[in-house]
């Protein structure tokens, strides 16, 4: 599976609305709308009902996508699933921070 580089260029640099980030992220508006339910993609609702996204949560999109189709897993699962990428991620940071300032080598 492919997905595809996106280009915002065309559209308000500060959000998107349903129709582009569903264009550019490749994503069905249901299941767009399904994650943001599940609380994996941020949104928020304009004056008219719309939804509306920053354009960050298209990379958002993409990781969710490539964790479902390389991990299988569901996307109500995603969430436990990219909150712990997301912890280890700040562990390494402070281990490299940490690394930095001691001088202790690395263990790997």
Not at 30 to 36: K, M, T, W
Not at 45 to 74: E, M
Not at 81 to 101: H, P
């Amino acid at each position: 599976m492919t997905y595809p580089l996106v280009r915002l260029a065309h559209v308000d640099v500060g959000h998107l609305d349903l129709e582009s980030f569903s264009r550019a992220t490749g994503l069905h508006p249901e299941l767009v709308r399904r994650l943001v339910a599940l609380g994996l993609i941020d949104a928020w609702t304009d004056s008219s009902g719309g939804l509306c996204f920053p354009t960050a949560q298209v990379v958002a999109a993409g990781r969710l996508q490539r964790l479902h189709a390389g991990l299988a897993v569901n996307y109500a699962s995603l969430g436990v699933v990219t909150d712990l990428l997301d912890r280890i991620a700040e562990l390494e940071a402070a281990l490299r921070t940490r690394t930095r300032r001691t001088g202790d080598r690395s263990w790997t």
